[in-house]
């Protein structure tokens, strides 16, 4: 089996070839071609690796390639997990929003859509070679925002690519653990969109244990969620909410922990990740050990300025262990692969799973996988309150589509407009003007 990888100069690739070494199974990925526009980041990547697998037999044979044709060819799988822009432009991002007195971050807010609006068109022309090169394989998106580009890659590659995303996993497990039910005999009712979902049940043999979590403050202050959104707030809910909904609940004041911060995350890891390239580029570095420490120093400050922000303290060692986006999409890869029918949640069309969506949006829900791939799992409605956000969402993505397909400013200014942490029309016009300044590859938009 041939897996590529899209972005294999990136930073996470460690993980995922982690995980490719643990699966002893039959008919495991043999092979790994990894991609990036970047040949140095190949390079230290690749060193990373062959560290990695010293010792290991039988370790997936790995080449490195800046052809993406080449890369493409006779893959089985394909992982697309670019980042359009670097972390340079991350940082961009999330400051030009900020210095509007909006949210500025990754994927949420006006940091989102500009990133959105820079991504889609080189995830369409990926999907658009993928679906010609290797029509057979398999996608597996990544690359944030997950589900936007998701939707986007869709559009050329249908029901073959499906986006992949950590969160509801690692929130799903947190529960569980402070629940003491395992994970692996739990249903969660999870549902909505990529980084705007709730958890609204978690079904253990025909009993929901989720009102159990929600009437005790203890439970609900010993777990990353419970503290960020507070015990009062859950239960006004009723639900545990994904942990990016914080900057929707409690916007004003992460805004302004942001804005009054020394960087922003894009900049603190643009710093970061520029020292680890550096030190690998000397013969001498021990290259996973290098690895290692700078992972360990990401993981340990992710999401510090919303915690700071909802006094919620420091992480426990048992919040920091990820859902691992190499886990879900190792458990993807074996379903298909082996047709052995799994549920994971994930980001594919919706096909009629959310009652308020078309069928060709892309939602995160339920999905039961097996080798036709991921079949979403009709759910309960959402509330009111949660439709309104995700049909508000939505509209956003579909204008940032439009804006990428069309090249039409205007549909870029309402793709900001429209979206609800942006408080103005003028503000939308006044950041697009800003990111159209600080981004060379939102050019396109006249
Ligand atoms: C989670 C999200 C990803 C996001 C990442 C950001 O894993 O699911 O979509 O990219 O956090 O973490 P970072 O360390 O880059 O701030
Ligand atoms: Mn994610």
Not at 42 to 55: N, P
Not at 168 to 173: D, I, M
Not at 302 to 323: C, V
Request: proline letters at 4%.
């Amino acid at each position: 089996m041939r897996l590529t990888i899209l972005g294999g100069g990136g930073f996470r690739l460690p993980l995922v070839y982690a995980a490719l070494l643990r699966d002893r199974s039959e008919g495991r990925i043999t092979r790994v071609v990894l991609h990036d526009v970047d040949a140095g980041r190949l390079a230290a990547v690749a060193r990373v690796l062959a560290d990695q697998a010293a010792g290991v037999a039988d370790a997936p044979e790995v080449t490195v390639t800046t052809d993406l044709d080449l890369a493409l060819r006779g893959a089985d799988f394909v992982f697309s997990a670019i980042r359009v822009g670097g972390l340079a432009g991350r940082a961009a991002d999330e400051s030009v929003a900020l210095a509007e007195g909006v949210l500025g971050q990754e994927t949420v807010g006006a940091g989102g859509i500009a990133y959105g609006l820079r991504t889609v068109p080189v995830a369409e022309d990926i999907a658009r070679r993928t679906a010609r090169i290797a029509p057979d394989a398999w996608v597996v998106n990544f690359t944030n925002p997950a589900g936007l580009v998701t939707e986007a890659m869709a559009r050329h590659l249908g029901d073959r690519v499906i986006g992949i995303c950590d969160s509801p996993v690692g929130l799903g497990r947190r529960v569980a653990r402070v629940l003491g039910v395992d994970p692996e005999r739990a249903w969660f009712d999870y549902a909505g969109l990529n980084h705007l979902g709730w958890l609204r049940g978690v079904r253990v043999a025909g009993r929901d244990e989720l009102p159990r979590l929600l009437a005790d403050p203890g439970l609900l202050d010993s777990f990353e969620e419970g503290r960020l959104f507070g015990a009062q707030w859950l239960r006004s809910l009723g639900a545990i909410p994904n942990e990016y909904l914080h900057y929707y609940y409690f916007n004003r004041e992460t805004v302004h922990a942001y804005r009054t911060a020394e960087r922003t995350r894009g900049a603190f890891l643009h710093d970061q990740q520029a020292r680890f390239y550096a030190e690998m580029e000397r013969p001498e570095t021990s290259a996973l050990a290098a690895w290692d420490r700078t992972r360990a120093e990401r993981e340990a400050t992710y999401m510090a300025h919303n915690r700071e922000a909802a006094g919620a303290g420091e992480r426990d060692a048992s919040d920091l262990e990820s859902g691992g986006y190499e886990q879900v999409a190792l458990a993807l890869m074996r379903a298909i692969a082996h047709d052995r029918r799994t549920t994971l949640i994930l980001n594919v069309r919706n096909r009629g799973a959310l009652a308020a969506l078309d069928a060709e949006a892309v939602v995160e829900v339920p999905c039961l996988v097996d080798a036709n791939g991921a079949h979403p799992v009709a759910v309960s409605p959402l509330p009111g309150h949660a439709t309104g956000l995700v049909c508000a969402v939505k509209a956003v993505e579909r204008e940032v589509l439009a804006a990428a397909a069309s090249g039409s400013r205007a549909r870029a200014v309402a793709a900001f407009a429209l979206h609800p942490l942006v408080d103005s029309v003028t503000v939308a016009r006044r950041l697009v003007e800003a990111y159209t300044a600080a981004h060379p590859g939102l050019s396109y938009l006249r």
